[in-house]
């Protein structure tokens, strides 16, 4: 007869073969899935104000640069992009998993330090690499690039470094703190808003729109920590605890970003070494395109990484398993009609932007191939990141960095944009395959395989 009151060993201390019985709908791990998608329709909603700023910035920029100053602007933004990711070191990655974990421990006064700290890091990489930008623009313009005329507009680059970084680190807290629809007005769609509002009465010529980009950071930095005063917790409960590093775990999930900053910046880099501004123009628009499949993968992978780090740090594996299921199911869905889109007419799409981008329409379907892989595995990248996975984490992104690098300094001499996109795609398609088959072999969270039954529960519940 079985011992009254005996403890049922965990699923993941099971032998191998015995059947593992699945939680129900009212069991441990409902709660969060369940709330996942609840908080989705405001964090999305949010989200989806990037389709009037970010699109209507890039068609500023097109419309008003045409497709050879359209190219020039890419590069320099392309370079500074990379550079403020240089200077954030994922340190705001790192951040948003320790306010989640602190507050859930209800510690408000360590979110706080954790808070302080990241921003002196963060303030002290970013100033030091906009400087190093800056001296370096005129050398760099000139035997690299082979584009003299760019070395005005790299300085005024860096002015945005900054500020784009310190509103990224307000970004990470607000979602430590679950606030995810401001948390993405500040990352993602304020500043391009901005952008939109002012471009119109200063004219767009490279350097002046380089200018404004950095003011519009500077703004969207102030409004972050003005959100961040106003809704972090006072008290605390406990003495005061010194902060968990940021540093260490910062570099660890810096690798998810690094690879995502070389996916996003990389190609119209280095095509633009072997290839003229026309080419790189009509490729950077088709991957600005195409990356809106990455405002609802990567919304819902911010609202989900604050759960993910809850759940781990609780031991609830059941709850991991619905969360990503749920996240995985919700990205794919929500990508996919966009995508279709892009594939089935990529040349009025691109024509939208103006004269001759419209050539580029093979690039924007290569990319959007990517991009259904990429939104197949929504969530999962930041699941491994969240649940101390980061040394597999580590290796697929390394992987997908010489990836992207090698096979783009490949093809793009040879194929010219085309061959950058196939790059692009087969990186993207790999970075959502590794992630997905590391998921499930370390923490037995398969989203395909989970997601019918979630779905079942979910309509019952």
């Given at each position: 007869?079985k011992?009254a009151g005996?403890a049922r060993?965990?699923?993941?201390?099971?032998?191998?073969?015995?059947?593992r019985?699945?939680?129900p709908?009212?069991?441990?791990g409902?709660?969060?899935?369940h709330g996942?998608?609840?908080?989705?329709v405001p964090?999305?909603g949010?989200r989806?104000?990037?389709?009037p700023?970010?699109y209507g910035?890039?068609?500023?920029v097109?419309a008003?640069?045409?497709?050879?100053?359209?190219?020039?602007?890419y590069?320099?933004?392309?370079l500074m992009v990379?550079?403020?990711g240089?200077?954030?070191?994922?340190i705001?990655?790192?951040?948003?998993?320790?306010?989640?974990?602190?507050?859930a421990a209800?510690?408000?006064?360590?979110?706080r330090?954790?808070?302080?700290?990241?921003?002196?890091?963060?303030?002290?990489?970013?100033?030091?690499?906009?400087?190093?930008?800056?001296?370096a623009a005129?050398?760099?313009?000139?035997l690299?690039?082979h584009?003299?005329?760019?070395?005005?507009?790299?300085a005024?680059?860096?002015?945005?470094?900054?500020?784009?970084?310190?509103?990224?680190?307000?970004?990470g807290?607000?979602?430590?703190?679950?606030?995810?629809?401001?948390?993405q007005?500040?990352?993602?769609?304020l500043?391009?808003?901005?952008?939109c509002?002012?471009?119109?009465l200063l004219?767009?010529?490279v350097?002046?729109?380089?200018?404004?980009?950095?003011a519009?950071?500077?703004?969207?930095?102030l409004i972050?920590?003005?959100?961040?005063f106003r809704?972090?917790?006072?008290?605390?409960t406990?003495?005061?605890?010194?902060?968990p590093?940021?540093?260490?775990?910062?570099l660890?999930?810096?690798?998810?970003e690094?690879?995502?900053?070389t996916?996003?910046?990389?190609?119209?880099?280095?095509?633009?070494?072997?290839?003229?501004?026309?080419?790189?123009?009509?490729?950077?628009?088709?991957w600005?395109?195409?990356?809106?499949?990455?405002?609802v993968?990567s919304?819902?992978?911010?609202?989900?990484?604050?759960?993910?780090?809850a759940?781990?740090?609780?031991?609830?594996?059941?709850?991991?398993?619905?969360?990503?299921?749920?996240?995985?199911g919700?990205g794919f869905?929500?990508?996919?009609?966009a995508l279709?889109l892009?594939?089935?007419?990529?040349?009025?799409?691109?024509?939208l932007?103006?004269a001759?981008?419209e050539?580029?329409?093979?690039?924007?379907?290569?990319?959007?191939?990517?991009?259904?892989v990429?939104a197949s595995?929504?969530?999962?990248?930041?699941?491994?990141?969240?649940?101390?996975?980061?040394?597999?984490?580590?290796?697929?992104?390394?992987?997908?960095i010489v990836?992207?690098l090698?096979?783009?300094?490949?093809?793009?001499p040879r194929?010219?944009?085309?061959?950058?996109a196939?790059a692009?795609a087969?990186?993207l398609?790999?970075?959502?395959a590794?992630?997905?088959?590391?998921?499930w072999?370390?923490l037995?969270?398969?989203?395909?395989?989970?997601?019918p039954?979630?779905?079942?529960c979910?309509?019952?519940?």
């Open positions: 007869m011992r005996a060993a965990p699923f993941f201390l099971k032998k191998k073969g015995e059947v019985r699945r939680q709908p009212g069991g441990a409902a709660a969060a899935p996942l998608l609840r908080a989705a964090a999305l949010s989806l104000l990037d389709l700023s970010r910035f890039h068609l500023l097109a008003g640069l045409g497709m050879v100053g359209a190219g020039d602007f590069i320099v933004f392309s990379a550079l403020a240089l200077g954030r070191l994922g705001d990655r790192a951040l948003t998993r320790e306010v989640a974990i602190a507050l209800g510690r408000p006064g360590q979110a330090r954790l808070i302080h700290h990241a921003v002196l890091l963060v303030g002290l990489l970013s100033g030091g690499l906009a400087l190093a930008l800056a001296l005129e050398p760099l313009a000139r690299a690039l584009r003299p005329d760019l070395a005005g507009p790299l005024l680059g860096a002015l945005a470094i900054l500020p784009q970084n310190l509103s990224t680190v307000a970004a807290a607000l979602a430590g703190l679950r606030r995810i629809g401001l948390s007005m500040v990352y993602s769609w500043w391009p808003a901005l952008f509002g002012a471009a119109p004219g767009l010529a350097p002046n729109a380089l200018g404004l980009i950095a519009c950071f500077t703004v969207a930095a972050g920590g003005l959100c961040l809704l972090l917790p006072r008290g605390d406990g003495a005061a605890e010194p902060p590093p940021l540093l260490r775990p910062g660890s999930l810096f690798s998810l690094l690879a995502q900053l996916l996003a910046t990389a190609p119209a880099l280095i095509l633009g070494l072997v290839a003229d501004s026309a080419a790189v123009g009509g490729f950077a628009l088709a600005r395109i195409a990356l809106l499949a990455n405002i993968i919304g819902v992978a911010a609202l989900a990484s604050p759960r993910f780090a759940l781990h740090d609780r031991g609830d594996r059941a709850g991991l398993r619905r969360t990503a299921a749920l996240a995985g919700l869905a929500l990508a996919l009609p279709a892009m594939l089935a007419l990529p040349g009025p799409l691109l024509g932007f103006g001759g981008f050539q580029a329409a093979g690039v924007l379907r290569l990319l959007a191939l990517g991009q259904i990429a595995c929504t969530a999962l990248p930041e699941l491994l990141g969240m649940t101390g996975q980061e040394a597999s984490l580590r290796r697929i992104n390394a992987a997908v990836a992207t090698g096979g783009v300094a490949l093809l793009a194929w010219g944009a085309e061959g950058a196939l692009t087969l990186a398609a790999a970075a959502g590794g992630a997905a088959a590391v998921a072999r370390r037995d969270v398969a989203p395909w395989r989970d997601l039954g979630e779905i079942r979910w309509k019952k519940g």
